[in-house]
């Protein structure tokens, strides 16, 4: 039978020098795990690099050559900073990843996907197909049955909810955005991911924001243009680096008296801050600075750690459910066995007797025969099976074999 | 028999109310055994309602006195409720309204309008007057619950707390949307309510219950006049429940002391 190895470097234990020297894209992980051969995934993402191996003999030290060596002259550092897990411990450490519950933020949605595409990149056999089948089962069910994934983990996502708090569902709502930095697009791509529609981009050097309006199909525009646009948007997103205050509370409160009493969410990401923190005393006007969304994200991130217990007890269960079928993997040669000799032995016996039976009567015959032979051989395999997840599957295997001669011929 | 139904609808309107306060740590069991608890005592309230209806001899509105008022009144305000009250994104509109709703049958059981006997009657259209009146009045105190919802919520947002997300509130938006709405379908329902009971009004009939009643219509009628030059959000909230106040604090002092 195949047995499961994992050899990989994560967050845990390694910094992030030691990661960036053995992380992978998707073709390098496509790539390795050809080379390896057999049954191989290696899974990558900024925070692991993990290769799964399903091999007859034992495969750890050709899994931590293969680590080792990607990460060439620092292959010595690597190699102290590497977990190597085998069997169920393996299958329980893939879950738990999936499940997000191995990640810096517990519960964050990414990882499922980047397991899928490891997967699908991967080399899998009748083991690793498993695996990583239930892997992605398991990170879906903690997904649904528990809490941990539904409250924001980043600031870009805590200002993306804290605009549904405002106006429900985004569709249709029109975003502004001041600055065309990373956190001005990361922001922005959250909240369109949920539905809203990014109007401006307003930049100190239009030919950034013009790159930045490009890519999210809106407009681009000079800072000095943005009172006209406050009269339209719903949000304001600005994370500019510009040294001193870009929007005043006199400049939002003349575009409020058009808005005919619409709210304005304001998102501030920047330091020094864009936007007057005065302007929260506007009536309709949510401000909202980088340190209020973070103790935002502190919350419910506290939230998700309190979902986390639930979702561990599946991820065990799920593993159990693992463990049950690789162990019975140990009696399946024995059960096919068994039943291709009792079907040998009926067969001709049948045949034997073939000439004294009519048609109709051998028709009857073989359907009696087969059902007797489902039902002797019923319990007998289910005993197996249960003795193989209680780990005595060997033992049991040896004696069905010896008991009735299975393989005998073959040794003759 | 039928009147031992309140006791039913009682506990379960309590339950319901209990069970919402849980709600605010987090969604789960809580919320739905709220939500169970609004069905179960509104089914119960139905039926007595139904169990006094069917002790009428020939046409009749068994929900004239105050008290009998109280209960068709809950019974509308809960069933209005049920509405958005299934949904996991408006439970949390159940702790401005169930706490309400089980004081309120309470009262209308004490003062002997859950009781089924075969009384004195009002007539048909007085029945009809006092049923739309009392649909009017019940879309307004849902509306009232949506702007005390808003005025929470909108305090919370505007103060940064760091939980803010952490309870499933209805999007402030869709409060100040649907509180609106309500108000526009109660104001229709009183301004036939008004017009049923003008066509019995005789002169010398006028009194204070019924200027309350226009100066409620007034302000109502108001309230979305000024929502199309702006008033909107905290402002709209905070007339919404002024003439909430003007329902169910002024109207019923003037309505049964005259």
């Excluded at chain 1, 709502?173 to 909240?191: C, D, F, I, P, Q």
Aim: glycine letters at 10%.
């Amino acid at each position: 039978m195949s047995s499961l190895t994992l050899v990989g470097v994560s967050h845990h234990r390694a910094p992030i020098e030691l990661r960036e020297c053995v992380a992978l894209d998707l073709d390098a992980c496509r790539a390795l795990s050809e080379r390896l051969g057999g049954e191989a995934v290696v899974l990558s993402t900024c925070n692991r690099t993990e290769l799964y191996l399903a091999r007859e003999e034992d495969a750890e030290e050709e899994a931590v050559a293969a680590v080792t060596q990607l990460a060439g002259d620092r292959g010595g550092d690597l190699a102290a900073a590497l977990y190597r897990l085998r069997d169920e411990a393996a299958a329980l450490h893939l879950f738990r990843v999936a499940a997000g519950l191995d990640s810096l933020v517990p519960g964050e949605g990414e990882i499922l996907g980047q397991v899928r595409s490891a997967f699908e990149a991967g080399a899998p056999g009748p083991l690793l197909d498993r695996l990583f089948r239930q892997a992605l089962h398991t990170g879906r069910r903690v997904r649904i049955e528990t809490a941990i994934g539904e409250s924001p983990a980043s600031v870009p996502s805590a200002a993306a909810a804290l605009a549904q708090q405002v106006f429900g569902e985004l569709h249709g709502r029109r975003v502004l955005l001041l600055g065309a930095g990373k956190m001005s697009e990361a922001t922005a791509r959250n909240l369109v991911s949920r539905g809203a529609e990014i109007a401006v981009v307003a930049n100190r050097t239009l030919a950034h924001g013009e790159d930045l309006a490009g890519k999210l199909g809106a407009r681009a525009l000079a800072l000095d243009g943005v009172a006209a646009e406050l009269e339209h948007a719903d949000v304001v997103v600005s994370a500019t680096s510009a040294s001193g205050l870009v929007v005043s509370q006199e400049t939002v409160a003349h575009a409020l008296r058009v808005r005919k009493g619409r709210p304005l969410l304001l998102v501030d990401l920047a330091v020094p801050r864009d936007l007057d923190p005065a302007i929260n005393e506007l009536e309709g006007c949510f401000l909202y600075d980088v340190d209020d969304l973070r103790a935002v994200v502190e919350e419910t991130l506290s939230g998700r750690r309190g979902e986390a217990a639930g979702a561990e007890r599946l991820v065990t269960e799920e593993a159990g459910r693992f463990r049950d079928w690789h162990a019975a993997l140990d009696i399946v040669p024995t059960i096919a066995s068994l039943r291709a000799l009792v079907e040998e032995i009926r067969d001709s016996e049948l045949a034997r007797a073939g000439g004294r039976l009519s048609e109709r009567e051998r028709r009857h015959v073989e359907s009696v025969t087969s059902q007797i032979l489902a039902k002797l051989l019923h319990l007998p395999t289910i005993r197996m099976k249960e003795a193989a997840a209680a780990a005595d599957g060997v033992v049991y295997a040896d004696v069905v074999r010896h008991l009735f001669g299975l393989g005998e011929e073959e040794r003759r | 028999m039928a009147e031992l139904l309140v006791v039913p609808a009682l506990l379960a309107y309590s339950e319901a109310a209990f069970a919402y306060a849980g709600e605010l740590r987090g969604p789960g069991l809580a919320g739905r055994l709220a939500t169970w608890g609004v069905r179960i005592g509104w089914l119960a309230q139905t039926a007595l309602l139904v169990g006094q209806a069917a002790s009428a001899e020939g046409f009749g509105f068994p929900w004239g006195t105050w008290a009998g008022s109280l209960n068709l009144f809950v019974w509308l305000v809960v069933g209005a409720y049920l509405i958005w009250g299934c949904t996991p994104r408006y439970r949390l509109l159940g702790l401005a309204v169930m706490p309400v709703a089980a004081a309120l049958l309470a009262l209308a059981w004490a003062g002997g309008g859950t009781a089924v006997e075969d009384g004195e009657r009002s007539g048909a259209v007085l029945a009809v007057h006092v049923a739309l009146m009392l649909a009017g009045f019940a879309g307004l105190t849902l509306a009232a619950g949506m702007a005390a919802l808003y005025l929470w919520q909108e305090r919370r947002l505007k103060r940064h707390e760091r939980g803010v997300l952490k309870v499933r509130v209805p999007p402030l938006d869709a409060l100040d949307r649907l509180a609106a709405r309500s108000v526009l379908g109660s104001l229709v329902l009183l301004t036939l309510g008004i017009g049923v009971g003008a066509a019995s009004f005789e002169r010398g009939d006028f009194d204070a219950a019924m200027a309350i009643t226009l100066a409620v219509w007034v302000t109502y009628a108001a309230l979305l006049v000024l929502r199309h030059e702006g008033w909107r959000g905290r402002r709209a909230a905070l007339v919404n429940l002024a003439g909430f106040t003007l329902v169910a604090v002024v109207l019923p002092l003037t309505h049964f002391a005259s």
